[in-house]
């Protein structure tokens, strides 16, 4: 069983930013990719960015070049890098694990963009 806990969500002003972690325990292959995805009221959850085990990146596009994902494999911890935030970017944030053809979910972190 994986466990996912993120932190590092709140309310930050258009054009500021924000530093988002989670951090997995439990059973966890050295093989799998980690990742954030999004929701905002009334929206489908969204991908925002998964990075692999080796290192490989996708981002969406709509955080290209504003928002940063890494990882540190010996804490099995992933970060995102959240700079220039605008209000759309308002959502719930997930941590999520896939790993063997499972999928794990953190509990969620409210981003708020507001002035």
């Known amino acids: 069983q994986v466990q996912l806990v993120e932190s590092g969500g709140g309310l930050v002003q258009p054009g500021g930013s924000l530093r988002l972690s989670c951090a997995a325990s439990?059973?966890?292959?050295?093989?799998?990719?980690m990742g954030w995805y999004r929701q905002a009221p009334g929206k489908q959850r969204e991908l925002v960015a998964t990075?692999?085990?080796?290192?490989?990146?996708v981002l969406s596009y709509s955080v290209k070049g504003r928002f940063t994902i890494s990882r540190d494999n010996a804490k099995n911890t992933v970060y995102l890098q959240m700079n220039s935030l605008k209000p759309e970017d308002t959502a719930v944030y997930y941590c999520?694990?896939?790993?063997?053809?499972?999928?794990?979910w953190g509990q969620g972190t409210q981003v708020t963009v507001s002035s």
């Open positions: 999520n694990l896939e790993m063997l053809g499972f999928r794990s």
């Open positions: 439990g059973s966890i292959f050295r093989v799998n990719v």
């Open positions: 990075i692999t085990s080796d290192g490989s990146t």
